[in-house]
Structure formats: C-alpha cells, structure tokens
C-alpha cells in the first residue's frame, strides 16, 4: 500500500508542486491548503484509474475519500481489496 | 490620441541635457504619427507628438493661454469641450484653436486645478505654469489615458509610456520583486505601481504638483460607493441611466474623423453599436474577433448582431499561431507581464481598424464593472449567502448554476464545494469577495526563483492594498466592495492598459469607453445592488435599457468573459518557450526556478487540456521572461528613423 501512497505522492509533487516535496505531508488537506483545485481533481483521479486497476465510482468521489495522502490510501486499500475478493 | 513626454529640473538649474526627449517621443511615435512639438525654458522641456482628430489643422501642440504665461501638452480627449468653450467664451477667453486641448488651459486659468472637476473625458496632460514655475499634471477619473512619471538626477521625467523613461541615460533599468509579486496576485500590478524600479504611474483621478519645493500627489475624483442607501424608482432609474448613456454615446462620437465600433456579441459592445447605429451613423462600421479555437468564439452571436443591425463589420481571424507570433510585440507595448494572452487579438484588432483607415473606436468597455456583471460579483453573493449556514448543501449548489462548465460532472461537486469554501467564515473580510481568485493566483508563486524570494522577504500585497482602502469600506454592501476592488485594480491596470490603451494605440487607434462616462458611474455607485445583480440575473438595468435595441438572444445568453487562447497559443510556436524558457535565460533573469518551470513544461506537453493555474503560469512566467529581455537586458531601440519636431518654441535666456 506504501507504494501506491508513494506513486500518488510523487504524482502530486510533480505536477502540483512542482518538486515542492516540504510542503506535502500524509495529512495535508489538498482543498484547503490549495495544493489542488478544481480542475486538479480531474487530473488526480484520472492519473489513478490510470495507474492503478481502478474505477472511481460516482458515490466514492467525495472530499473524504481524495482530500490527503492518508485518505487516498486508506480509500485504495479498502477499493483494492474489494475488487480482489 | 497622443503622447506627451518632460523634463523639469528640481533644482531650479534647467534641465541639463534635453537632447534624450526627441528620443522619447519617437519610442511613443506610435501614440501619435501626425506631427509632434516642442516646448523648453530655462526650467522645463515638454514635447508632444499628436495623433489628430479633433482640429486636425490649428491643434499643433504645445498649446498655450493668452499671454503665453501657461503652456500645456496633452494625451486624449475632452467630450464636453464643446460646452466648456462656449462657458470660457462667455468668460472672456480667446481662443486660437479650436482644440479641446485648449480648453483645458482657459479652464485652469478659470478655475485653477478645480477645473479638474469639470472635465468629462479621457486624459493625461501636463501644463506648466510659467508664473508660478509649477507643473502640474493630471490623469482621469478611471484611468483610460497613462502617465508614469519617474525622479533621476533631481530631475522630475514623465511620459506617456515607461519606454521614454527607460530611454533617459543613465536610468537604471530593473525589475521590483514587489510589483512581480502583486501581478502574480492581483492578475496586474497594484494602484501607482509599474513592474520597473523607480518608475511610478500617477493613479486614475489624481493630479501631481512639480516644482523646486518636490513633488506632491493628491486626489481629485473617487468611485463615489458609500453605505447611504439611495432609493432609486426602477423605470425612473432605467429612463435616467438610458438617457446618460446616449449622451455619453453622442460626445464621444465628437471627432473629425471616422468613428467606428467594437462588436463583440456580448450585450455592451451590441448595445453601444445599437444606439450609434441607430441613432447618429446609418453606415456604421464594426470590427470583431474571432477565434480557431471554439471555446473562445463568439463568431455565432456577433453575426446575430451584424445581421440585426446591419452594419458594415469586419472580422479578424485569429489562429493559434496569431498568438505565439505577436505576444513578444505586444509585450513592448503593454510594458507589463500578464497572466492572459487576450491583449494580442486586441493588437491585432486595432491594426485592422488603423489599415482600414479609421483612428477612432467606441467600445463597451466599463459595462461589467459598473453595471454587476461579473460572475465573481455572483459568486460573492452566494458565498455571502452561504457563509450564513456554512454546513448548507444546498446554498452552495447556486454555485453550479454560476459555473456550469466547472460543475458538469457532478461526481466532483463535493471537492468543488470545499475550493469555493474557502474563507467562508469571515463574510466581513473586506477581501472577501476576490480571496478565492488571489490565493489560487498565488499558488503561481511556486515557480519564483530563491532569490525572487529573498528580495520579496514577507512582502504581502494585500497588507498593501489593505492600507490604501477608502475610509467607510467596510460599511459598504458586499457588490459595493466587490465592483471597488475589481475597478480600481483590474479595471485599471488591466483592461484599460494592456487590453486599452496599449493594444489600441500600438496601432495608432483610440478606444472611447462610454461606459466609463463619470455622470454614469456616479449615479450606478449607489443604486441598490439588487438593481444591478437581481437574483442571479446580472447587469439588470443595462439589460432593461437595451431590451428594444438589442435581440433577446443576446440579451439572455450567458456571459461570455473574453479570453484568447494560452496554452494552444504559445506551445504552437516552440521557439518561444525554447529561447524564454531556457536554463541560460531563466539564470540570466534570475527570476524563476528553472527546475519548477521544467516541470511545468512537461505537464504542459504531457496532457491535453490545461489547468487555469499552469496556463496562468505559462504566460505569467514568459511574459516576465520577454519583459525582462526586451527593457532590462536587450534594450536598444532603433532611432534610425526618428524625426525632429515640426514646431519649437524655445523660449530659454
């Protein structure tokens, strides 16, 4: 699971921080810090089913699920253990 | 239109050189190719070269009273000079010409610097009052017309753009990290700013007095918001506001030449063509822009107008490639980074207008500010409604009516909301109606370089603009601030520079913005804000006015903001990005972080669509890269072909 926070983590690094990795910790909230605005969702979740064998549903796109790294995480844990059983 | 250019020594010695300021007219010769003049004594130069249009004959400047004690050079228009005249006759006064340039002398001599308050246009002037052995400048209300002014070798230098400063040897040529900082805020630099060191803008409505004792800078006209509640009768206020805006219509059409119109397909641009049209010019001619990119063209709507109006229009392609080909010309002319690439379709449009033989254009600019048209103003009054019950899910769903483009998947709603929340709990911040649009803005900062930041230290701009807030500010109602904060720095900073004043008269062409008429905008200030924004129904009283003149399709469609393409516009041209955006030039500059900018790059090329924060990025970081080449690094204009004044009047002893 440390990997998929890392490729997450690396993923909003590069291309909302620009290499600014300090700024960026497990529970930095995206929205309210401003890491990630409206458009940026787009891009995260794309990125996700991209990357990883998985399909966002429309009920699971919510702030708790993709606000921070720890939530990311937990929410592609619970997701990908879901599918594989 | 033209431009005006001086030198006044402070220590009472005489300028010592005066040889730079043929120099500085001709770097603004665009301002004005007609015929240009000079005025010098043992203490002031002041030389002028003119675009002519009203008194195309007699107008030559410098102009002055009639015992030569007072001399004035001057930059735009006054609408009611007509009027003015006739009063100053009455007075006494004789004319020589039949300029407007004119009346603004007799006036003064009238009135002293109170015959500010009787000017209704669009101006930058200097006058020199010989008996006094004062200077004494102006610049309107809302700031159509441009005046930086600059101290070197005590020594007090204006122009009409910071290029002739520039020029002046031995000026130091730098860029101030606080004003870079602001335009990466503020979208535009903040009030008396520009993004060089040591060189000023005199603010909208304000006058400056130069003379041995220094210089002083006061006020002479405000947006006149208050928190007195003005009880207006609509159909009262409507048939007062329509009649205004004909006769702001009416003295802006004062002109010996042509005049022409802007046509965009938005509701200002039709409605302003309407009234020309229908009322004083049956074979009008307008002049619009159209776009490759669909997104941004408003081709569909302008036709409608054309074909309703039957006017004589002209419209300017413009492709992708337009963009990237003309943002480094463009950039001599605005003299300022931007975040938009919008001003390079406006450059181009004034060179159709020039090349088709016309100097004069009415546009509908002003529109939106003064009569609540913006969707921040909407945005701000669902906020404030929603900052009520800040725990509300349904408030803020109003939100998605507002940005339909943004809120089309509604799976996203939820991570929206939280963007649009932000500072939800402090309705009484007085930046609360633009906090969203300057902390996303900020997030640009990312990319400046560690010296960038060290120079800046804990600069903040809003601690800045804080300080310079009227007095009564917070007692104002929520669209009051919000139309303050969106007139008094992208209004004038922006719209009317980058997208003004500077597009239109690279090409020789004047903007007249009868919108902005002072008479309208006193009496909008204080109308109730539900007369301006009624629901969520913005410019309701532009949109009663204009219901007979202006087909209903217009009337209700949404509002389109008027962009030009960024990052389809810039990427189509490599070289661009290759030469600006370089490890050599970045270092050079040492302004922006060469690694954060290689990311961004890549991102860029990486994906199809582009956030608005990398475009903003784009433009905002090569924008300063060009300035930075063009006036600090590579500043060598050519003078090849400057030409020596048509009229001197030197009057040294």
């Known amino acids: 699971m440390n990997d998929h926070k890392e490729l997450v983590k690396n993923f909003i690094v590069e291309n909302f921080l620009f290499g600014e990795e300090r700024k960026l910790n497990d529970d930095t909230d995206f929205f309210s810090s401003g890491i990630i605005d409206s458009t940026g969702i787009v891009e995260l979740v794309g990125f996700i089913e991209s990357s990883l064998p998985v399909k966002v549903n429309d009920h699971e796109l919510i702030v708790k699920n993709f606000s921070s790294l720890s939530n990311i995480t937990a929410y592609l844990k619970l997701k990908l253990n879901s599918q594989s059983n | ?653």
Not at chain 2, 279 to 287: D, E, G, H, R, V
Not at chain 2, 353 to 364: A, D, E, F
Not at chain 2, 434 to 463: A, C
Not at chain 2, 572 to 600: I, Q, R, W
Request: aromatic share 12%; charged share 25%.
């Open chain 2, 1 to 653: 239109m033209c431009a005006i250019a001086g030198i006044l020594s402070l220590t009472g010695r005489g300028p010592q050189d005066i040889s730079f300021l043929g120099k500085m007219v001709h770097l603004q010769q665009h301002r004005g190719p007609d015929e240009s003049g000079l005025y010098i004594d043992n203490n002031i130069a002041l030389a002028q070269s003119r675009l002519s249009i009203i008194d195309l004959s007699s107008g030559i400047q410098p102009i002055h009273n009639e015992d030569k004690s007072l001399w004035i050079i001057f930059n735009g228009e006054i609408f009611n000079y007509h009027e003015l005249r006739h009063y100053l006759i009455q007075k006494g006064h004789t004319f020589y010409t039949h300029s407007d340039t004119e009346v603004i002398i007799h006036l003064y001599e009238e009135e002293g610097i109170n015959c500010l308050q009787k000017l209704n246009g669009q101006f930058a002037f200097a006058m020199w009052d010989n008996k006094k052995q004062s200077l004494f400048i102006a610049r309107d209300r809302v700031g159509i017309r441009p005046l930086f002014y600059a101290l070197h070798n005590e020594q007090f230098i204006f122009s009409s753009e910071i290029k002739a400063i520039l020029s002046v040897p031995g000026f130091p040529r730098e860029i101030n990290y606080q004003s870079l900082d602001q335009v990466f805020t503020f979208w535009t630099t903040l009030k008396g700013r520009t993004i060089f060191n040591g060189i000023y803008e005199l603010p909208p409505g304000h006058f400056l007095i130069a003379n041995g004792g220094g210089i002083k800078i006061n006020k002479f006209w405000q947006l006149p918001f208050s928190s007195q509640k003005v009880f207006h009768h609509r159909e009262k206020l409507v048939n007062d506001v329509r009649e205004l805006i004909y006769d702001a219509v009416k003295i802006r059409l004062r002109a010996d030449v042509p005049v022409g119109c802007y046509l965009s397909g938005g509701l200002d641009s039709s409605g302003i063509t309407s009234i020309v049209k229908r009322n004083f010019n049956n074979k009008l001619k307008s002049f619009g822009i159209r776009f490759e990119e669909q997104d941004f063209d408003e081709g569909d709507f302008q036709q409608e107008m054309v074909n309703y109006l039957g006017v004589d229009h002209s419209e300017l392609f413009i492709k992708n490639s337009d963009i990237a080909g003309h943002i480094e010309k463009m950039l001599w002319f605005t003299e300022k980074p931007l975040l938009r690439t919008a001003p390079v379709p406006l450059y181009l449009l004034s060179r159709l207008v020039h090349q088709s033989g016309y100097k004069v254009v009415l546009t509908g600019e002003g529109g939106d500010e003064i009569f609540g048209g913006y969707n921040i103003y909407k945005e701000t009054k669902i906020r404030n409604f929603w900052s009520k019950y800040p725990d509300s899910k349904i408030r803020p769903l109003l939100l998605a009516k507002l940005y339909p483009y943004i809120f089309k998947d509604n799976r996203l709603n939820d991570s929206l909301m939280e963007f649009f929340k932000y500072g939800i709990e402090d309705p009484a911040n007085p930046f609360f109606s633009h906090i969203i649009r300057w902390n996303n803005t900020s997030k640009l900062k990312t990319f400046f370089s560690i010296e960038t930041r060290e120079n800046l230290n804990s600069y903040n701009g809003m601690d800045e603009l804080l300080k310079d807030l009227p007095a009564d500010f917070d007692s104002w109602n929520y669209l009051a601030k919000a139309q303050y904060l969106e007139i008094t720095i992208f209004l004038s900073n922006y719209l009317l520079s980058s997208q003004g004043d500077r597009a239109a008269m690279a090409n020789s062409v004047e903007m007249r913005m009868p919108f902005l008429d002072y008479r309208i905008i006193e009496l909008m200030c204080n109308v109730d804000p539900e007369l301006k924004l009624n629901g969520l129904n913005e410019k309701f009283i532009l949109k009663k006015i204009f219901f007979d003149s202006v087909p209903q399709r217009i009337i209700k469609r949404d509002k389109h903001p008027y962009r030009a393409p960024i990052k389809q516009g810039i990427l189509v041209n490599k070289k661009l990005t290759e030469k600006y955006l370089s490890l050599e030039s970045l270092k050079e500059s040492g302004l922006f972080d060469h690694g954060k900018v290689t990311l961004l790059m890549n991102k860029l090329n990486k994906y199809e669509k582009a956030g608005e924060i990398d475009n903003m990025a784009l433009i905002g970081i090569l924008s300063t890269q060009i300035i930075y080449d063009k006036f600090i690094k590579e500043f060598s204009p050519d003078y090849s072909a400057m030409k020596t004044f048509d009229i001197i009047f030197d009057m040294r002893t």
